[in-house]
């Protein structure tokens, strides 16, 4: 390697790049390692836009959609209840209960029921004789339906979880052919004209993509580059399991896992953001190795002589108990159970720390909170820049994270969890798994069953009079604030290079390269 010019690394997260923490943070990471770094953002509608992140480079590129979207292949069309037959052996005994689930939620609840109580006496809950991706997919459903949790009984509203966007997913992971991304996806083939000359011109040396959309840019571009005798290493960060996503349309979920399943394995690494969500995807792709995981672990910069905390924002004093959820909010995140239980808490506020203060969601919680008689302790606050969230959050009294369950919840390890730790405060999940066991096994709060107010309200009861042992316990820890920092990251991060590399930069291995503080994107006008 010469020093004149390091390896050059290009980040693909398929959206804007600007609005993407997570991809900032490592433009700003990879450049502190004294690598060249780009960034390669999409638009669909605008113009192309250049900016500067320290030493690094983000390119925005124009990308419109399509003017003649693909058509919807005609299974989306087939009845879901026919459709999902397709996936059991005939005399499985579940025909007839998932054909129900199509015809009326009180059919759904009876046949989940008898599903419950045949798993209650050692029978199979399930079919076995599902292909592959059908048996992983129909089995979650199952769990997530009757309500398999960290504790307690499944509730009718479980029960109801069992939709025809569940069963269509199932069915479209059992049959890959009906929702091939090639026809699916109307922006893969302009992306790829688009970006992919862009892609041969930067000549990168790795090209790390950034959730699901731009896998086959990158592959083709390493394939292209082979043939002229070059080597481009692949990096796939895989930010969400794409197939539990709560709000995407079955038929494209469907489409994002064929995308994900024809590319991942030509990745060199694999990197995502919890453990539980890595053992998935070894399991799913049958990986030889385990993902790296990489959390969604906040920046620490010093905030400027003026800046004010969330409760100076909301105006409250330090006597006055105060929640905060931070983060984007749709109704699968849960934020309506925090509302709700401030109606027993009288002595509780809540803050919400959101990016869209005045989109629906926050209208519709809004107006929930007026139905309570809460609106006075019920305060919208907005973002600040991500290196100044921690000092944000220091002085609120429980952190939480209120998460219904969906696959892709129960194994997240969320942004505002890691936010929450690094601002030294207690933290109050929902039982999804991941979050779940980490406050439980260490201490840090307390958990929550999904959803269930009357639980929130205990869980909220128990922790107040602990409030300050526990910011102790997460204070005197230095290993733990650290493992949830982003300089932990930035050490994963830098060792996934140098074994794909062979060696960096000398400064990657400086004290301070792992420590990023700032994050200050500066467009690039032309004279």
């Not at 926050?362 to 007026?370: M, V, W």
């Amino acid at each position: 390697m010469t020093s004149d010019r390091p390896p050059h690394v290009v980040y693909m997260p398929g959206n804007d790049v600007l609005v993407d923490a997570r991809v900032l943070k490592y433009i700003a990471s990879a450049d502190s390692l004294g690598l060249r770094v780009t960034g390669v953002g999409v638009v669909r509608k605008g113009h192309h836009r250049s900016f500067a992140l320290g030493n690094g480079h983000i390119l925005i590129e124009p990308v419109p959609i399509p003017q003649t979207p693909a058509a919807a292949p005609t299974a989306e069309r087939t009845p879901l209840g026919l459709a999902v037959r397709d996936l059991v052996r005939p005399g499985a005994g579940t025909r007839d209960r998932l054909e129900a689930g199509r015809r009326a939620t009180a059919k759904r609840r009876r046949g989940a029921a008898r599903a419950l109580r045949e798993r209650q006496h050692g029978a199979l809950a399930y079919p076995v004789a599902l292909v592959r991706h059908g048996q992983i997919a129909l089995e979650r459903l199952y769990n997530k339906a009757l309500g398999v949790r960290l504790r307690g009984r499944p509730t009718d509203e479980a029960i109801e979880e069992i939709t025809d966007r569940d069963l269509a997913i199932a069915h479209y992971q059992a049959h890959p052919e009906l929702s091939r991304w090639r026809e699916t996806l109307p922006n893969a083939r302009v992306d790829e004209e688009s970006l992919g000359r862009l892609l041969d011109e930067l000549r990168p040396d790795i090209i790390h993509v950034h959730d699901v959309f731009m896998l086959g840019v990158a592959v083709n571009a390493a394939d292209r580059a082979a043939a002229r005798g070059r080597t481009v290493r692949l990096v796939y960060d895989a930010h969400e399991y794409i197939a539990g996503v709560a709000v995407i349309p079955a038929l494209t979920i469907g489409a994002y896992c064929d995308l994900e399943r024809e590319f991942v394995p030509r990745m060199d690494r694999i990197i995502t953001v919890s453990e539980p969500l890595a053992g998935w995807l070894q399991r799913d792709y049958h990986l030889e190795r385990t993902p790296d995981v990489v959390l969604n672990a906040p920046m620490v910069g010093r905030p400027p002589e003026d800046f004010k905390d969330l409760r100076d924002v909301v105006g409250l004093g330090d006597d006055v108990p105060l929640m905060v959820y931070g983060g984007g909010v749709n109704r699968a995140r849960g934020v309506q159970t925090a509302v709700a239980a401030l109606a027993e808490l009288p002595e509780m506020h809540l803050a919400l720390v959101t990016n869209r203060p005045n989109g629906p969601v926050t209208r519709e919680l809004l107006a929930q909170a007026r139905s309570l008689g809460v609106l006075d302790r019920f305060h919208v606050a907005p973002f600040v820049p991500p290196e100044f969230v921690t000092h944000y959050f220091g002085r609120v009294t429980i952190g939480l994270s209120t998460l219904l369950h969906a696959p892709n919840h129960d194994v997240a390890l969320t942004n505002k969890f890691c936010e929450y730790l690094l601002a030294g405060i207690p933290i109050i999940t929902s039982d999804t798994p991941a979050q779940a066991e980490i406050v439980e096994e260490r201490g840090l709060g307390g958990v929550y069953i999904a959803g269930d107010v009357q639980d929130l309200v205990r869980a909220v009861r128990e922790l107040l009079p602990r409030v300050n042992e526990v910011r102790d316990r997460i204070a005197g820890d230095q290993a733990l604030r650290h493992e949830f920092s982003w300089a932990a990251q930035v050490e994963t991060i830098r060792d996934v290079y140098a074994d794909l590399l062979g060696s960096l930069p000398e400064r990657a291995w400086a004290a301070d390269a792992t420590h990023i503080t700032q994050l200050e994107p500066r467009e690039i006008t032309k004279p």
